[in-house]
């Protein structure tokens, strides 16, 4: 349980370090503030193969908008482009974009 949970911890702060040194991904249309620490309820599911939840979906389809910006930003990429996280953008009926 301690393994899944510093894997969630150091995900989370993998993404919040990349925004401090690179800045904030820019606000999108829609009025939605690009933020990927907002998908951070997504860090189990997409290190596991376990369902995403309510709260992971939720955020999944507010930052829809933003997720262009976030495969563009070399410090998201892999992160946004990994299997586990398309798994979890279907699952939650978010297709990945082709930008």
Do not use: W
């Not at 249309?29 to 990927?36: N, Q």
């Amino acid at each position: 349980m301690m393994r899944k949970i510093g894997g969630v911890s150091l995900f989370v702060m993998v993404v919040v370090v990349a925004i401090l040194f690179l800045g904030e991904v820019p606000d999108t249309a829609e009025g939605v503030t690009c933020s990927p620490t907002e998908l951070a309820s997504c860090a189990p599911a997409i290190r596991s193969s376990a369902a995403p939840s309510k709260l992971c979906c939720q955020k999944v389809r507010e930052q829809r908008p933003c997720l262009c910006g976030y495969i563009k930003n070399p410090a998201l990429r892999q992160y946004v482009n990994s299997p586990g996280a398309r798994r979890v953008s279907s699952a939650c009926g978010v297709p990945t974009p082709s930008c």
